[in-house]
């Protein structure tokens, strides 16, 4: 094989748990593993990047990755780790929201060439969704006793005296599902690997359970821990929600700032996770680091690398144009080269006011524009004494009491962004 793949995920702090000859097992042949994801919405987010990390690794060690869409697990719903049963999902939206997950898959593995260790997108419905309840439970339930599940600390959590909610029939039966999945894909795929997060320990053994009872084999598991933060909020989450991958759910800009603003210690850790960047280039960013914290080389190498993985090069430069605005020189030209949804993520929070589109077009004189037609000054006289001290700029450049704003002002055709000072930015919508 190329490398080892245990020792590299071991390295990166990327193992939780192991089963044992796993290593082994791999180091001997060219072996198949999957990574299970749910199909809940149209786009994967960061929370999701570690097992697509995993998978990417495991492809560059010689191996051959399985990417298994939960089209059939996504209408049951995944007890581990929830309070309360998910909403089930139909066909159409699950198939739709296969494509669109295989699309961003395509960035991280290789699908396309003709290589043995090829990626594949399976998804589960495909193999279940002719099984009869009576057949499943004949077939499958009869080798995993109610005492194995129920010692599953997604069930006991579940079940313990401070869940509000029980547990339903249907999601005591996803671990059997799950399973069952492992099964399937030992059997057709010779897969014998599956791999998750730390809190699938329990779903992912009994795959192997079934394996070796009712596919008389040996399947092995590999879990990753689950992704923290230092500060103890919850990784991957915004005030305004996921983080997620597609960029019309959050911009480039968004994303990049998002791992430009972990702390020291949170970047140390996820420089290796969520990049490819080698030992010794890690060690060297980190030591680099250490010397100058203020100019925070991790989070910013750090954040290079993922919005380049994840979205482009043109998209990074864009979001690093973007970030200047706020912090940085850049004029009306960089500003106009924002698109609406950059603009408005850029300057989200700033106070906004709406003109109409008759006013710009005759032209709309300075003192209008920052008093009576916006309230961003308090008053006219206010509003003279500020251009007077040249403390006014139209979209990031200085303008006089006689400055009249047009059409040419417009960016995105819409906005004009006003500034007072260095920090104090009011935005003009113009309908």
């Not at 850790?269 to 010397?291: C, G, P, R, W």
């Not at 925070?296 to 482009?312: D, N, P, W, Y």
């Not at 309230?375 to 001290?389: D, V």
Request: aromatic share 10%; proline share 2%.
């Amino acid at each position: 094989m190329k490398k080892n793949f245990v020792q590299e995920l071991q390295w990166r702090g990327m193992i939780h748990d192991v089963m044992p000859g796993a290593e082994e097992h791999l180091m001997e042949a060219m072996r198949a593993a999957y990574v299970g994801i749910d199909p809940t919405a149209d786009s994967l987010h960061i929370g999701h990047l570690v097992g697509v990390m995993m998978l990417k690794h495991f492809q560059l060690a010689g191996h051959k990755p399985y990417a298994l869409v939960g089209g059939a697990t996504g209408m049951i719903g995944d007890p581990s780790g929830k309070s309360a049963e998910r909403n089930l999902l139909d066909e159409e939206t699950l198939r739709h929201n296969q494509e669109a997950i295989k699309a961003q898959l395509g960035r991280f593995l290789d699908f396309e060439s003709d290589v043995p260790n090829a990626a594949v997108l399976v998804n589960n419905y495909d193999w279940m969704k002719d099984f009869s309840f009576l057949e499943f439970i004949r077939d499958v339930g009869k080798h995993i006793t109610v005492n194995y599940m129920m010692a599953k600390d997604s069930v006991k959590k579940r079940l313990s005296a401070d869940a509000k909610e029980g547990m339903s029939f249907t999601e005591f039966t996803y671990q059997l599902v799950q399973g069952y999945d492992f099964l399937h894909l030992y059997r057709a795929h010779d897969c014998t690997l599956q791999m998750g997060g730390s809190d699938q320990w329990g779903n992912i053994t009994t795959g192997t359970e079934l394996i070796r009872r009712i596919g008389n084999g040996k399947g092995f598991a590999l879990t990753c821990p689950l992704i923290t933060k230092a500060d103890g909020t919850k990784f991957g989450k915004t005030e305004g929600g996921n983080v997620w991958l597609d960029a019309e759910r959050t911009s480039p800009y968004k994303f990049y700032q998002y791992w430009l603003n972990t702390s020291d210690e949170d970047a140390e850790k996820y420089i290796k996770i969520f990049t490819f960047l080698n030992q010794q280039e890690i060690e060297d960013l980190v030591a680099e680091h250490k010397e100058a914290p203020h100019l925070r080389t991790l989070q910013r190498k750090l954040a290079e690398e993922i919005t380049i993985m994840v979205h482009s090069e043109e998209d990074l430069d864009n979001a690093i144009k973007a970030s200047d605005i706020l912090f940085g020189k850049s004029t009306s030209e960089d500003l106009k080269k924002l698109n609406e949804k950059t603009f408005l993520d850029v300057f989200e929070g700033v106070p906004q006011a709406k003109v109409s589109r008759e006013e710009i077009t005759s032209g709309l004189d300075m003192i209008g524009a920052l008093a009576a037609k916006t309230q961003f000054l308090g008053s006219n006289g206010e509003a003279r004494r500020e251009l007077k001290q040249n403390s006014i700029s139209v979209n990031k450049e200085k303008v006089k009491e006689d400055y009249l704003i047009t059409e040419a002002d417009l960016i995105n055709n819409k906005f004009v962004l006003l500034q007072r000072g260095k920090k104090n930015y009011f935005v003009m919508v113009v309908e």
